[in-house]
């Protein structure tokens, strides 16, 4: 079984040690304890946490087969005549999208605004991440 200490969890959620904190003592999380006494939180349950917390940034899944939505800020946009780059941050991702001058004028995409980067691809690498021993998603029997 895979534990995370709360530090671990924050950085997978994006969000602080200290709401990590805040939700185990409201209850909306469970955390044990590890042999040092540090608070650590079941990786299944961390799982079902963040599934049950999911909200459609885009409101508009059902309309569509694509269920990957990214909502950010649009860090740059560099146009052409024809085409355009536009960059958007979404939490710790920086995300790249080429498109037509023209839809980003139609969407008036520009620096500042917030939109949603709709992912569909046929092919998603999973890699695990390469930490030092003993440091993440420690196995307890």
Same mark, same amino acid.
């Given at each position: 079984?895979?534990?995370?200490?709360?530090?671990?969890?924050?950085?997978?959620?994006?969000v602080?040690?200290d709401?990590?904190?805040?939700?185990? +003592?409201?209850?909306?999380?469970?955390?044990? $304890? +590890?042999?040092?006494?540090? =608070?650590? *939180? +079941?990786? #299944?349950?961390? &799982?079902?946490?963040? $599934?049950?917390? /999911? &909200?459609?940034?885009?409101?508009?899944?059902?309309?569509?087969? /694509? =269920?990957?939505?990214? $909502?950010?800020?649009?860090? %740059?946009?560099?146009?052409? &005549?024809?085409?355009?780059?536009?960059? *958007?941050? @979404?939490?710790?991702?920086?995300?790249?999208?080429?498109?037509? $001058?023209? @839809?980003?004028?139609?969407?008036?995409?520009?620096?500042?605004?917030? /939109?949603?980067?709709?992912?569909?691809?046929?092919?998603?690498?999973?890699? =695990?991440?390469? #930490?030092? &021993?003993?440091? =993440?998603?420690? %196995?307890?029997?």
């Amino acid at each position: 079984m895979t534990m995370f200490r709360m530090g671990e969890a924050a950085e997978l959620l994006g969000v602080s040690v200290d709401t990590m904190r805040r939700w185990v +003592d409201a209850g909306r999380l469970t955390a044990g $304890r +590890d042999e040092h006494g540090h =608070r650590v *939180i +079941d990786g #299944v349950e961390l &799982a079902a946490f963040v $599934r049950a917390q /999911a &909200a459609d940034p885009g409101g508009r899944a059902d309309e569509s087969s /694509a =269920r990957n939505r990214l $909502r950010g800020i649009v860090t %740059a946009v560099v146009k052409d &005549a024809v085409m355009a780059q536009v960059d *958007i941050q @979404a939490g710790p991702f920086r995300l790249v999208s080429l498109m037509s $001058r023209e @839809a980003v004028d139609h969407l008036g995409l520009e620096v500042g605004s917030v /939109a949603v980067a709709v992912i569909k691809s046929t092919t998603v690498v999973v890699e =695990r991440p390469t #930490v030092p &021993a003993g440091t =993440r998603g420690r %196995a307890h029997s």
